[in-house]
């Protein structure tokens, strides 16, 4: 029997060290994070979050000769339409 099979308990729940389990959960987000949101994805050099600004800006029409508009316009509709936990974040 491997390590593994011997934490499962007969009723087929699984025994682990609160230490252990904490260790591994932490390490597995801090590698989410740091590969999904906090690098730049290599094909256009953007993070996650800039993707969803620039995405915003094209919506609204902004370009590099278009008419002034305030930035709280477009923090608003990332933070409404993009943001995952909406504008309360």
Known sequence: MNQDNQ???PDATEKQFL????????LEYAMYVILDRALPYIGDGLKPVQRRIV???????LK???KYKKSARTVGDVLGKF?????SA
């Open 19 to 26: 230490g252990q389990f904490t260790e591994k959960a932490y």
């Open 64 to 66: 590099a000769g278009s």
């Open 7 to 9: 934490n499962i308990t």
């Open 83 to 87: 943001h995952p936990h909406g504008d």
């Open 55 to 61: 995405y915003a800006m094209s919506e609204l029409g």
